[in-house]
């Protein structure tokens, strides 16, 4: 499977600030995924990022809160914009592709903490 | 209706137990399940795909029984480091993305 690696692997913010979270996989995949897992929750998928496009939101996800961008096959970013304490989860991005299109693989993830 | 759904546990059990779970899911049209594995503070990770006719991997075996919307996992002679959270995942058959239980805790004791 593919070696993902995400940066920051935790910070602390302060409200209203913005955060950009990277994901890098060592080989070409397909697809790339964000997801948010709040404490004690199962994960969330916030969107899929389309390469060289405009990414895919899901219900009650909206670009303007958190940017997306894939530039290419290996790389993309999440931000979360403006930040309130409810931003404070753990940030997840996860890659399919290789070997098939239905196994997600995910990243280390982001520990956000907003105070 | 959730889309998937776990006993969220938590199952308690010796080591060289026996332990299984169970989850449900929704839409009868999903094509694709899996389980993952997730410890504490750390991302998931696949433990198996689960097919049509059950698999098992070394001391692990999953079942799916597509009647009745549920998935297996029967872990057998638990070992301590079997403590973790199991998600129960399925793809969505309209769109391939995965939806997620909100998982079955084990923990094993010696």
């Known amino acids: 499977s593919a070696v993902i690696s995400q940066k920051p692997s935790r910070d602390i913010c302060q409200r209203g600030t913005s955060l950009t979270i990277q994901c890098q996989v060592d080989s070409q995949v397909t697809m790339m995924f964000w997801y948010r897992q709040q404490p004690g929750q199962s994960l969330t998928l916030i969107a899929t990022a389309n390469q060289g496009s405009e990414a895919t939101y899901e219900s009650g996800f909206v670009i303007d809160k958190f940017p997306i961008s894939r530039p290419n096959l290996t790389f993309s970013t999440l931000t979360v914009s403006n930040m309130s304490p409810e931003d404070s989860s753990i940030y997840l991005c996860?890659?399919?592709?290789?070997?098939?299109?239905?196994?997600?693989?995910f990243g280390p993830g982001t520990r956000l903490t907003v105070l | 209706r959730k889309e998937v759904e776990q006993d969220p546990g938590p199952f308690n059990v010796p080591e060289g137990a026996t332990v299984a779970f169970n989850c449900t899911y929704s839409n009868s049209a999903s094509q694709s399940f899996f389980w993952y594995r997730q410890d504490c503070r750390k991302e998931p990770k696949l433990l198996m795909s689960?097919?049509?006719s059950g698999n098992e991997d070394g001391r692990f075996t999953a079942q799916l029984n597509r009647a009745s919307q549920y998935i297996s996992l029967l872990i057998r002679d638990s070992k301590l480091s079997d403590s973790a959270t199991y998600l129960c995942v399925v793809l969505r058959s309209n769109d391939y993305k995965l939806s997620f239980g909100a998982g079955t805790t084990v923990t094993v004791r010696a």
């Open positions: 996860s890659v399919s592709g290789t070997p098939s299109t239905d196994t997600q693989y």
């Open positions: 689960v097919y049509s």
